[in-house]
Protein backbone atom coordinates (compact mmCIF):
# COMPACT_ATOMS: atom_id res chain seq x y z
CA UNK A 1 0.00 0.00 0.00
CA UNK A 2 2.44 2.51 0.90
CA UNK A 3 4.58 1.58 -2.36
CA UNK A 4 1.01 2.40 -4.28
CA UNK A 5 0.88 5.87 -1.98
CA UNK A 6 4.07 7.13 -3.07
CA UNK A 7 3.50 6.31 -6.94
CA UNK A 8 -0.02 7.99 -6.80
CA UNK A 9 -0.72 11.28 -8.46
CA UNK A 10 -2.79 13.40 -6.64
CA UNK A 11 -4.11 16.86 -8.68
CA UNK A 12 -2.55 20.05 -7.55
CA UNK A 13 -4.58 22.83 -6.70
CA UNK A 14 -4.17 25.54 -9.39
CA UNK A 15 -4.80 29.11 -8.35
CA UNK A 16 -4.29 31.62 -11.48
CA UNK A 17 -1.89 34.26 -10.97
CA UNK A 18 -1.79 36.63 -13.84
CA UNK A 19 1.97 38.78 -14.53
CA UNK A 20 2.54 41.18 -17.03
CA UNK A 21 5.32 41.23 -19.28
CA UNK A 22 7.28 43.53 -21.47
CA UNK A 23 4.57 42.81 -24.70
CA UNK A 24 2.01 41.57 -23.68
CA UNK A 25 -0.04 39.85 -21.00
CA UNK A 26 0.72 36.34 -19.97
CA UNK A 27 -1.12 33.47 -18.11
CA UNK A 28 0.57 31.18 -15.52
CA UNK A 29 -0.49 28.91 -12.61
CA UNK A 30 0.60 28.86 -9.11
CA UNK A 31 0.27 25.21 -8.22
CA UNK A 32 -0.05 24.15 -4.39
CA UNK A 33 1.52 20.64 -4.08
CA UNK A 34 0.25 18.81 -1.67
CA UNK A 35 2.21 15.76 -0.25
CA UNK A 36 0.42 12.27 -1.16
CA UNK A 37 0.85 10.72 1.96
CA UNK A 38 -1.57 13.21 4.10
CA UNK A 39 -3.36 15.30 1.65
CA UNK A 40 -5.93 15.50 -1.31
CA UNK A 41 -7.10 18.33 -3.03
CA UNK A 42 -11.06 18.55 -3.81
CA UNK A 43 -12.17 21.79 -5.50
CA UNK A 44 -15.44 20.79 -5.46
CA UNK A 45 -17.87 20.82 -2.52
CA UNK A 46 -19.95 18.13 -1.35
CA UNK A 47 -22.12 20.33 0.43
CA UNK A 48 -25.27 22.69 -0.50
CA UNK A 49 -23.86 25.37 1.48
CA UNK A 50 -20.06 24.98 1.32
CA UNK A 51 -17.99 27.20 3.67
CA UNK A 52 -15.57 29.46 0.90
CA UNK A 53 -11.61 30.50 1.35
CA UNK A 54 -11.06 33.00 -0.82
CA UNK A 55 -7.67 33.64 -2.07
CA UNK A 56 -6.71 37.01 -4.39
CA UNK A 57 -4.52 37.24 -7.05
CA UNK A 58 -3.03 40.30 -9.00
CA UNK A 59 -3.87 41.16 -12.78
CA UNK A 60 -1.21 43.64 -13.79
CA UNK A 61 -0.41 45.67 -17.00
CA UNK A 62 1.35 48.55 -18.38
CA UNK A 63 -1.14 50.79 -16.94
CA UNK A 64 -3.55 49.17 -14.61
CA UNK A 65 -3.52 46.94 -11.53
CA UNK A 66 -6.94 44.99 -11.01
CA UNK A 67 -7.20 42.25 -8.17
CA UNK A 68 -9.16 38.96 -9.10
CA UNK A 69 -10.91 37.20 -6.60
CA UNK A 70 -11.23 33.01 -6.43
CA UNK A 71 -13.21 31.09 -4.11
CA UNK A 72 -13.00 27.43 -2.84
CA UNK A 73 -14.20 25.19 -0.45
CA UNK A 74 -10.74 24.09 1.48
CA UNK A 75 -7.29 24.24 1.26
CA UNK A 76 -6.99 20.15 0.82
CA UNK A 77 -9.17 17.33 2.30
CA UNK A 78 -7.03 15.13 4.83
CA UNK A 79 -6.86 11.45 4.50
CA UNK A 80 -6.90 8.14 6.13
CA UNK A 81 -4.26 6.50 4.88
CA UNK A 82 -6.08 3.35 5.20
CA UNK A 83 -8.98 4.03 3.80
CA UNK A 84 -8.56 6.72 1.35
CA UNK A 85 -11.53 8.31 2.28
CA UNK A 86 -11.69 11.87 3.44
CA UNK A 87 -11.31 12.86 7.24
CA UNK A 88 -12.32 16.18 7.85
CA UNK A 89 -11.85 17.90 11.11
CA UNK A 90 -14.57 18.31 13.72
CA UNK A 91 -15.51 21.60 14.85
CA UNK A 92 -16.62 20.13 18.38
CA UNK A 93 -13.24 18.37 18.67
CA UNK A 94 -11.44 21.45 17.62
CA UNK A 95 -13.63 23.40 20.46
CA UNK A 96 -12.24 20.89 22.81
CA UNK A 97 -9.09 20.78 21.96
CA UNK A 98 -8.80 24.50 22.50
CA UNK A 99 -10.53 24.61 25.74
CA UNK A 100 -8.69 21.67 26.89
CA UNK A 101 -5.52 23.24 26.66
CA UNK A 102 -6.29 26.46 27.90
CA UNK A 103 -8.15 25.63 30.74
CA UNK A 104 -4.68 23.94 32.93
CA UNK A 105 -3.97 23.78 36.53
CA UNK A 106 -3.12 27.64 36.29
CA UNK A 107 -6.49 28.57 36.51
CA UNK A 108 -5.89 27.48 40.60
CA UNK A 109 -3.44 30.22 40.90
CA UNK A 110 -5.16 32.91 39.58
CA UNK A 111 -7.00 34.16 42.61
CA UNK A 112 -3.64 34.38 44.18
CA UNK A 113 -2.11 37.10 41.92
CA UNK A 114 -5.15 38.94 41.88
CA UNK A 115 -6.39 39.23 45.23
CA UNK A 116 -4.68 42.30 45.92
CA UNK A 117 -6.04 43.94 42.63
CA UNK A 118 -9.42 42.56 43.36
CA UNK A 119 -12.32 40.94 41.43
CA UNK A 120 -13.05 44.22 39.90
CA UNK A 121 -10.25 45.19 38.47
CA UNK A 122 -8.77 41.41 38.17
CA UNK A 123 -12.18 40.77 35.86
CA UNK A 124 -10.95 43.55 33.39
CA UNK A 125 -7.47 42.25 33.45
CA UNK A 126 -8.33 39.01 32.41
CA UNK A 127 -11.27 40.10 29.74
CA UNK A 128 -8.43 41.84 27.97
CA UNK A 129 -5.75 39.26 28.24
CA UNK A 130 -8.71 36.89 26.85
CA UNK A 131 -9.28 39.13 24.13
CA UNK A 132 -5.23 39.39 23.63
CA UNK A 133 -4.93 36.02 23.12
CA UNK A 134 -7.45 35.31 20.99
CA UNK A 135 -6.24 38.12 18.48
CA UNK A 136 -2.68 36.74 18.50
CA UNK A 137 -4.19 32.99 17.80
CA UNK A 138 -5.69 34.10 14.92
CA UNK A 139 -2.74 35.96 13.78
CA UNK A 140 -1.29 32.60 13.98
CA UNK A 141 -3.69 31.62 11.92
CA UNK A 142 -3.72 33.64 9.29
CA UNK A 143 0.00 33.60 8.48
CA UNK A 144 -0.22 29.54 9.12
CA UNK A 145 -2.83 28.97 5.95
CA UNK A 146 -1.09 31.57 4.39
CA UNK A 147 2.19 29.53 4.69
CA UNK A 148 0.88 26.68 3.27
CA UNK A 149 -0.29 28.61 0.81
CA UNK A 150 3.01 29.08 -0.74
CA UNK A 151 4.70 25.70 0.65
CA UNK A 152 2.07 23.23 -0.61
CA UNK A 153 1.94 21.51 2.48
CA UNK A 154 -0.19 20.89 5.74
CA UNK A 155 1.55 20.59 9.00
CA UNK A 156 2.86 23.96 8.74
CA UNK A 157 4.97 25.14 12.67
CA UNK A 158 5.99 28.66 13.78
CA UNK A 159 9.44 27.30 12.39
CA UNK A 160 7.57 27.40 8.65
CA UNK A 161 5.88 30.05 9.75
CA UNK A 162 8.73 32.24 11.21
CA UNK A 163 11.27 31.29 8.54
CA UNK A 164 8.89 32.43 5.35
CA UNK A 165 8.40 35.49 7.32
CA UNK A 166 10.55 36.80 8.98
CA UNK A 167 13.98 34.77 8.72
CA UNK A 168 16.42 32.96 10.34
CA UNK A 169 16.51 35.25 13.59
CA UNK A 170 12.74 34.48 13.60
CA UNK A 171 13.42 30.84 13.39
CA UNK A 172 15.94 31.01 16.12
CA UNK A 173 13.65 33.33 18.68
CA UNK A 174 10.99 31.14 17.84
CA UNK A 175 12.62 27.75 18.36
CA UNK A 176 14.30 28.33 21.81
CA UNK A 177 11.19 29.74 23.17
CA UNK A 178 9.14 27.11 22.02
CA UNK A 179 10.79 24.39 23.02
CA UNK A 180 11.48 26.06 26.68
CA UNK A 181 8.05 26.59 27.42
CA UNK A 182 6.55 23.45 26.62
CA UNK A 183 9.39 21.33 28.43
CA UNK A 184 9.43 23.33 31.10
CA UNK A 185 5.61 23.00 31.31
CA UNK A 186 5.25 19.44 30.15
CA UNK A 187 7.50 18.90 33.32
CA UNK A 188 5.20 20.93 35.42
CA UNK A 189 2.42 18.82 34.39
CA UNK A 190 4.35 15.45 34.62
CA UNK A 191 5.44 16.20 38.33
CA UNK A 192 2.17 17.58 39.47
CA UNK A 193 0.08 14.78 38.21
CA UNK A 194 2.10 12.06 39.09
CA UNK A 195 1.86 13.68 42.44
CA UNK A 196 -1.99 13.08 42.41
CA UNK A 197 -1.87 9.81 41.12
CA UNK A 198 0.93 8.26 43.35
CA UNK A 199 -1.54 9.76 46.65
CA UNK A 200 -4.61 7.84 45.00
CA UNK A 201 -3.06 4.74 43.99
CA UNK A 202 -0.20 4.25 46.10
CA UNK A 203 2.17 3.25 43.53
CA UNK A 204 5.77 4.92 43.45
CA UNK A 205 6.22 8.25 41.76
CA UNK A 206 8.13 7.42 38.82
CA UNK A 207 5.62 4.42 38.14
CA UNK A 208 3.06 7.34 38.41
CA UNK A 209 4.91 9.59 35.93
CA UNK A 210 5.77 6.96 33.71
CA UNK A 211 1.86 5.55 33.37
CA UNK A 212 0.31 9.34 32.73
CA UNK A 213 3.29 9.74 29.84
CA UNK A 214 2.30 6.45 28.40
CA UNK A 215 -1.17 6.42 28.80
CA UNK A 216 -1.41 10.34 27.29
CA UNK A 217 1.72 9.85 24.91
CA UNK A 218 -0.13 6.67 23.35
CA UNK A 219 -3.48 7.97 23.03
CA UNK A 220 -1.94 11.58 20.82
CA UNK A 221 0.39 9.00 18.52
CA UNK A 222 -2.09 5.97 18.03
CA UNK A 223 -5.63 8.17 17.97
CA UNK A 224 -7.48 9.05 15.43
CA UNK A 225 -8.68 13.28 15.33
CA UNK A 226 -11.78 12.19 16.35
CA UNK A 227 -10.85 10.00 19.13
CA UNK A 228 -8.69 12.10 20.57
CA UNK A 229 -11.11 15.01 20.34
CA UNK A 230 -13.98 12.91 22.15
CA UNK A 231 -11.62 12.26 24.78
CA UNK A 232 -10.59 15.25 25.08
CA UNK A 233 -14.44 16.25 25.24
CA UNK A 234 -15.14 14.46 27.86
CA UNK A 235 -12.35 15.29 29.70
CA UNK A 236 -13.52 19.31 29.53
CA UNK A 237 -16.79 17.78 30.72
CA UNK A 238 -15.27 16.17 34.00
CA UNK A 239 -13.68 19.69 34.50
CA UNK A 240 -16.80 21.22 33.96
CA UNK A 241 -18.39 19.01 36.40
CA UNK A 242 -15.48 19.20 38.83
CA UNK A 243 -15.21 22.58 38.86
CA UNK A 244 -19.37 23.47 39.39
CA UNK A 245 -18.91 20.84 42.31
CA UNK A 246 -16.01 23.37 43.58
CA UNK A 247 -17.59 25.89 42.95
CA UNK A 248 -21.13 24.98 44.47
CA UNK A 249 -18.61 23.91 48.07
CA UNK A 250 -17.02 26.91 47.88
CA UNK A 251 -19.05 29.58 47.48
CA UNK A 252 -21.20 29.42 50.75
CA UNK A 253 -19.02 32.36 52.20
CA UNK A 254 -19.10 34.24 49.40
CA UNK A 255 -20.25 37.96 50.16
CA UNK A 256 -21.09 39.92 47.18
CA UNK A 257 -19.91 43.33 48.26
CA UNK A 258 -16.29 42.26 48.35
CA UNK A 259 -16.36 41.46 44.46
CA UNK A 260 -16.30 45.43 44.00
CA UNK A 261 -12.78 46.26 45.21
CA UNK A 262 -11.00 47.46 42.64
CA UNK A 263 -7.37 48.28 43.00
CA UNK A 264 -6.00 48.81 39.35
CA UNK A 265 -2.20 49.38 40.56
CA UNK A 266 -2.21 45.95 41.14
CA UNK A 267 -3.25 44.42 38.24
CA UNK A 268 0.26 44.92 36.17
CA UNK A 269 1.58 41.79 38.29
CA UNK A 270 -1.06 39.91 37.47
CA UNK A 271 -1.30 40.28 34.16
CA UNK A 272 1.89 37.78 33.22
CA UNK A 273 0.08 35.11 34.75
CA UNK A 274 -3.48 35.09 33.54
CA UNK A 275 -1.32 35.64 30.04
CA UNK A 276 0.11 32.03 30.78
CA UNK A 277 -2.90 30.38 31.48
CA UNK A 278 -4.63 32.05 28.23
CA UNK A 279 -2.08 29.98 26.41
CA UNK A 280 -3.43 27.44 23.82
CA UNK A 281 -1.37 29.42 20.09
CA UNK A 282 0.53 26.06 20.15
CA UNK A 283 -2.36 24.08 19.00
CA UNK A 284 -3.26 26.52 15.93
CA UNK A 285 -0.80 24.80 13.45
CA UNK A 286 -2.98 21.55 14.87
CA UNK A 287 -6.11 23.25 14.20
CA UNK A 288 -5.62 24.77 10.66
CA UNK A 289 -4.42 21.13 9.95
CA UNK A 290 -7.08 19.20 10.92
CA UNK A 291 -9.66 21.91 9.50
CA UNK A 292 -8.32 21.76 6.28
CA UNK A 293 -7.37 25.31 5.94
CA UNK A 294 -11.13 26.54 6.68
CA UNK A 295 -10.66 29.56 8.26
CA UNK A 296 -14.21 30.30 9.38
CA UNK A 297 -14.21 26.62 11.48
CA UNK A 298 -10.62 27.65 12.98
CA UNK A 299 -11.77 31.16 13.76
CA UNK A 300 -14.90 29.94 15.28
CA UNK A 301 -12.92 26.94 17.45
CA UNK A 302 -10.45 29.71 18.67
CA UNK A 303 -13.34 32.43 19.82
CA UNK A 304 -15.85 29.93 21.55
CA UNK A 305 -12.65 27.36 22.98
CA UNK A 306 -11.32 30.25 24.61
CA UNK A 307 -14.40 31.45 25.62
CA UNK A 308 -15.24 28.58 27.97
CA UNK A 309 -11.57 28.93 30.62
CA UNK A 310 -12.75 32.87 30.29
CA UNK A 311 -16.01 31.96 31.61
CA UNK A 312 -14.36 29.29 34.32
CA UNK A 313 -11.68 31.69 35.32
CA UNK A 314 -14.07 34.13 36.04
CA UNK A 315 -16.47 32.98 38.03
CA UNK A 316 -13.92 30.84 39.70
CA UNK A 317 -11.71 34.33 40.62
CA UNK A 318 -15.31 35.25 41.91
CA UNK A 319 -15.88 32.29 44.23
CA UNK A 320 -12.68 32.66 45.59
CA UNK A 321 -11.67 36.47 45.90
CA UNK A 322 -15.58 36.99 47.48
CA UNK A 323 -15.35 33.94 50.36
CA UNK A 324 -11.86 34.77 51.66
CA UNK A 325 -12.29 38.83 52.03
CA UNK A 326 -15.03 37.16 54.50
CA UNK A 327 -12.27 34.67 55.88
CA UNK A 328 -8.99 36.18 56.72
CA UNK A 329 -8.49 39.00 54.62
CA UNK A 330 -9.45 41.41 56.64
CA UNK A 331 -6.43 41.10 58.97
CA UNK A 332 -4.07 42.49 56.14
CA UNK A 333 -2.09 39.77 55.58
CA UNK A 334 -1.90 37.74 52.07
CA UNK A 335 -3.27 33.98 52.30
CA UNK A 336 -3.20 31.34 49.87
CA UNK A 337 -6.71 31.37 48.65
CA UNK A 338 -6.40 27.30 47.88
CA UNK A 339 -4.97 26.67 51.31
CA UNK A 340 -6.86 28.54 53.23
CA UNK A 341 -10.34 27.00 51.50
CA UNK A 342 -8.88 23.48 52.19
CA UNK A 343 -8.09 24.64 56.20
CA UNK A 344 -12.04 25.89 56.22
CA UNK A 345 -13.57 23.17 53.81
CA UNK A 346 -12.44 19.44 54.07
CA UNK A 347 -14.31 18.89 51.15
CA UNK A 348 -12.51 20.96 49.08
CA UNK A 349 -9.44 19.35 49.02
CA UNK A 350 -10.35 16.21 47.06
CA UNK A 351 -12.29 18.41 44.15
CA UNK A 352 -9.36 20.29 43.86
CA UNK A 353 -7.48 16.97 43.23
CA UNK A 354 -9.41 15.91 40.80
CA UNK A 355 -10.05 18.70 38.76
CA UNK A 356 -6.29 19.65 38.71
CA UNK A 357 -5.86 15.75 37.08
CA UNK A 358 -8.46 16.77 34.55
CA UNK A 359 -7.26 20.08 33.63
CA UNK A 360 -3.67 19.17 33.64
CA UNK A 361 -4.29 16.12 31.25
CA UNK A 362 -6.21 18.46 28.75
CA UNK A 363 -3.62 20.83 28.42
CA UNK A 364 -0.86 17.90 28.49
CA UNK A 365 -2.60 16.50 25.02
CA UNK A 366 -2.37 20.10 23.65
CA UNK A 367 1.01 20.58 24.66
CA UNK A 368 2.02 16.99 23.15
CA UNK A 369 0.02 17.28 19.84
CA UNK A 370 1.78 21.13 19.54
CA UNK A 371 5.17 20.43 20.37
CA UNK A 372 5.45 16.76 18.24
CA UNK A 373 4.07 18.66 15.41
CA UNK A 374 6.51 21.60 16.16
CA UNK A 375 9.57 18.94 16.13
CA UNK A 376 8.72 17.37 13.23
CA UNK A 377 8.32 20.63 11.42
CA UNK A 378 11.90 21.98 12.93
CA UNK A 379 14.02 18.71 12.83
CA UNK A 380 12.79 17.83 9.09
CA UNK A 381 10.74 14.62 10.22
CA UNK A 382 7.87 12.96 8.74
CA UNK A 383 4.88 14.31 10.70
CA UNK A 384 1.94 11.94 11.66
CA UNK A 385 1.34 9.06 13.37
CA UNK A 386 3.41 6.81 11.40
CA UNK A 387 6.83 8.29 12.83
CA UNK A 388 7.07 8.31 16.29
CA UNK A 389 10.50 10.13 16.50
CA UNK A 390 8.60 13.65 17.17
CA UNK A 391 6.38 11.75 20.13
CA UNK A 392 9.63 10.62 21.84
CA UNK A 393 11.44 13.73 21.90
CA UNK A 394 8.08 14.87 23.22
CA UNK A 395 7.27 12.34 25.73
CA UNK A 396 11.14 11.27 27.17
CA UNK A 397 12.97 14.67 28.11
CA UNK A 398 9.59 15.90 30.86
CA UNK A 399 9.37 12.33 32.28
CA UNK A 400 13.20 12.43 32.96
CA UNK A 401 13.45 15.76 34.20
CA UNK A 402 10.19 15.37 36.36
CA UNK A 403 11.61 12.49 38.24
CA UNK A 404 15.15 14.09 38.31
CA UNK A 405 14.69 17.32 39.84
CA UNK A 406 11.99 19.33 38.19
CA UNK A 407 12.77 22.33 40.42
CA UNK A 408 15.59 23.54 38.02
CA UNK A 409 12.43 23.84 35.52
CA UNK A 410 10.39 26.15 37.99
CA UNK A 411 12.53 28.20 38.83
CA UNK A 412 13.26 28.94 35.50
CA UNK A 413 10.07 29.28 34.51
CA UNK A 414 9.00 31.21 37.09
CA UNK A 415 11.49 33.99 35.54
CA UNK A 416 11.98 33.23 31.84
CA UNK A 417 8.53 31.36 31.21
CA UNK A 418 5.95 34.19 31.42
CA UNK A 419 8.54 36.29 28.83
CA UNK A 420 8.56 33.51 26.75
CA UNK A 421 4.77 33.84 26.37
CA UNK A 422 4.91 37.14 25.40
CA UNK A 423 7.49 36.80 23.39
CA UNK A 424 6.75 33.59 21.42
CA UNK A 425 2.62 34.38 21.28
CA UNK A 426 2.26 37.42 21.69
CA UNK A 427 5.18 39.67 19.77
CA UNK A 428 6.14 37.06 17.35
CA UNK A 429 2.26 36.57 16.00
CA UNK A 430 2.31 40.39 15.28
CA UNK A 431 5.30 40.47 13.80
CA UNK A 432 4.98 37.82 11.38
CA UNK A 433 1.61 39.17 10.54
CA UNK A 434 3.30 42.59 9.85
CA UNK A 435 5.34 40.78 7.35
CA UNK A 436 3.47 38.55 5.85
CA UNK A 437 0.59 41.54 4.89
CA UNK A 438 2.95 44.44 4.29
CA UNK A 439 5.94 43.15 3.17
CA UNK A 440 7.17 43.86 -0.13
CA UNK A 441 8.22 40.20 -0.80
CA UNK A 442 5.27 38.65 0.03
CA UNK A 443 3.35 36.74 -2.62
CA UNK A 444 0.82 37.81 -4.61
CA UNK A 445 -2.03 34.89 -3.68
CA UNK A 446 -2.98 35.89 0.01
CA UNK A 447 -6.26 34.68 2.19
CA UNK A 448 -8.61 37.45 3.78
CA UNK A 449 -7.19 39.07 7.12
CA UNK A 450 -9.29 37.37 9.77
CA UNK A 451 -8.10 39.44 12.33
CA UNK A 452 -9.54 43.82 11.35
CA UNK A 453 -7.54 47.45 12.51
CA UNK A 454 -4.55 46.52 10.09
CA UNK A 455 -1.31 48.24 11.58
CA UNK A 456 -3.07 49.83 14.31
CA UNK A 457 -4.12 46.22 15.67
CA UNK A 458 -0.42 44.97 14.94
CA UNK A 459 1.44 47.76 17.15
CA UNK A 460 -1.62 47.47 20.10
CA UNK A 461 -0.79 43.66 20.13
CA UNK A 462 3.63 44.33 19.83
CA UNK A 463 3.37 47.50 22.55
CA UNK A 464 1.19 46.07 24.86
CA UNK A 465 3.27 42.48 25.08
CA UNK A 466 6.36 44.77 25.19
CA UNK A 467 5.22 47.14 28.20
CA UNK A 468 4.21 44.43 30.20
CA UNK A 469 7.97 42.83 29.66
CA UNK A 470 9.68 46.07 30.25
CA UNK A 471 7.78 46.51 33.57
CA UNK A 472 8.43 43.19 34.77
CA UNK A 473 11.99 43.25 34.24
CA UNK A 474 12.53 46.79 35.85
CA UNK A 475 10.54 45.73 38.58
CA UNK A 476 12.65 42.72 38.96
CA UNK A 477 16.06 44.44 39.25
CA UNK A 478 14.07 47.26 40.99
CA UNK A 479 13.94 50.06 39.16
CA UNK A 480 10.92 52.35 38.85
Not at 185 to 203: C, E, K, P, Q, W
Not at 343 to 360: D, H, K, M, Q, R
Not at 419 to 448: K, N, Q
Request: glycine share 8%; charged share 10%; proline share 5%.
Amino acid sequence: MSALLSCMQIPTLLIPSISSSTTREKKHHQCIQIPTHSLKHQLHSQSPTPRVIKCFSNRQSQSTEQEFEFEFERLFSNLNQATLKRESGSLSSAIFLVAGTTVGAGILAIPAVTQEAGFLASAVAVILCWIFMVVTGLLIAEVNVNTMCELGSGGVSLVSMAMRTIGTVGVQIASWSYIFIHYALLVAYVARSSDILTNFLGIPLWESATLFSLILGGLCYFGSQRFIGAVNGALVVGIIISFTALVFVASGDLQWNALLKANFEAVPMSIPIIALSFVYQNVVPVLCTNLEGNLSKVRTAIVVGTSIPLGLFLVWNAVILGSISGLGMNSGQIVDPIQQLRSSNGAVGPIIEVFSFLAIATSYIGFILGLSDFLADLLKLPSGQSSPQPYLLTLIPPLVLSLLDPEIFFKALDFAGTYGVLVLFGILPAVMSWSDRYSSSSPSMTIPRIVPGGKLTLSLVIGGAGYIILSEILEKFGLP
